[in-house]
């Protein structure tokens, strides 16, 4: 029902930037909290930001100030803004999606979100 494609990651020195993209598709309407998670090798999936379908976001502290979540709906596109990155930020990045009926819905726990990106590689160097 809901398909999510990520692009945007790469190499990138710490103190840069990137721009992450998730690109969603869906065959039903509806309202949908989304986010974005990692996870780095040898470690579980972490929460990096959430928006809800009314527009309001979360950062856990480790992002806070750094990390700013946004979505263009005539796109149908959720983005992750990446500043002063640092090499602890090293990571596979995923875009995930959750249909709900409250706006001010929001999930920092992968098994709270139903649809998944395949991924994208964001390393930072020192």
């Known amino acids: 029902q809901v398909q999510l494609v990520e692009s945007g990651g790469g190499l990138v020195q710490a103190g840069g930037s990137l721009r992450l993209s998730c690109a969603v598709s869906?065959?039903?309407?509806?309202?949908?909290?989304m986010a974005w998670f990692r996870q780095a090798p040898g470690k579980e999936q972490e929460f990096v930001a959430a928006?809800?379908?009314?527009?309001?976001?979360a950062y856990p502290d480790s992002v806070k100030g750094r990390f700013a979540i946004s979505t263009d709906n005539a796109r149908n596109t959720m983005y992750l803004q990446m500043n002063s990155l640092k090499p602890e930020d090293t990571a596979l990045y995923y875009c995930?999606?959750?249909?709900?009926?409250?706006?001010?819905?929001?999930?920092?726990?992968?098994?709270?979100?139903?649809?998944w990106g395949q991924g994208t590689r964001v390393t930072v160097s020192s």
């Open positions: 995930a999606a959750q249909r709900t009926s409250r706006a001010t819905s929001w999930f920092d726990t992968p098994r709270e979100y139903s649809y």
């Open positions: 869906r065959r039903t309407s509806g309202n949908y909290a």
């Open positions: 928006i809800t379908w009314s527009g309001s976001t």
